[in-house]
Nanobody
Framework: QVQLVESGGGLVQAGGSLRLSCAAS????????MGWFRQTPGKERGFVAA????????YYADSVKGRFTISRDNAKKTVYLQLNSLKPDDTAVYYC??????????????????WGQGTQVTVSS
């Protein structure tokens, strides 16, 4: 019933940019706390960014502050992640996630109820 679909990933050179999109359906999007996570082979899924219902508050992992920007368009039921100044270490599968309520544990995957299938970002050196 609930579906999150990521898009926008691809291959980019170091220093380049991408914009990821996550289109949601089957939920009251405007009430959801949304997040982005990423995962590389053999590693646990790690927090990247999150955004509150209104979009007025955002949260970022230290590794991406100043380079990535999360935003949302509630009318389009879409959350975005703008990736700038990309580094090879940013290479990962990026996942969109949704939480019905805010949690102060928002960096933990267990705080989110719904997940997309991911989109691959590969940054070449």
């Amino acid at each position: 019933q609930v579906q999150l679909v990521e898009s926008g990933g691809g291959l980019v050179q170091a220093g380049g940019s991408l914009r990821l999109s996550c289109a949601a359906s089957g939920l009251t999007f405007r009430t959801y706390f949304m997040g982005w996570f990423r995962q590389t082979p053999g590693k646990e899924r790690g927090f990247v960014a999150a955004i509150i219902w209104s979009g007025s508050s955002t949260y970022y992992a230290d590794s991406v502050k100043g380079r990535f920007t999360i935003s949302r368009d509630n009318a389009k039921k879409t959350v975005y992640l703008q990736l700038n100044s990309l580094k090879p270490d940013d290479t990962a599968v990026y996942y969109c996630a949704a939480a019905p309520n805010y949690s102060n544990d928002y960096i933990r995957p267990r705080s989110y109820y719904y997940w997309g299938q991911g989109t691959q970002v590969t940054v070449s050196s």
